[in-house]
């Protein structure tokens, strides 16, 4: 599977995109239920740097998740 890429350009906007096919590649749901857990740390930990070092603001950040990256998100 590959990852596309959006560059949006009516907008000056970052789009970040996370592939976390590594953890959800699991055909048993429960197992990939389980890493949400490890895939959302480390997303909130990617924010909590932007917001350290660009002075970035979650009210201006969206999350958006399709299926388990919905949780995740």
Not at 15 to 41: H, I, P, Q, R
Not at 50 to 61: C, D, H, V
Request: aromatic content about 14%; overall charge positive; charged content about 25%.
């Amino acid at each position: 599977m590959s990852t596309i890429y959006f560059y949006p350009l009516q907008f000056d906007v970052n789009v970040f995109v996370v592939n976390w096919e590594e953890w959800a590649k699991n055909f048993n749901y429960l197992a990939s239920k389980a890493l949400c857990d490890d895939a959302g740390k480390k997303i909130a930990d990617f924010i909590k740097k932007l917001e350290r070092k660009t002075g970035a603001s979650r009210r201006n950040m969206h999350l958006i998740g399709h299926s388990l990256g919905g949780q995740v998100s």
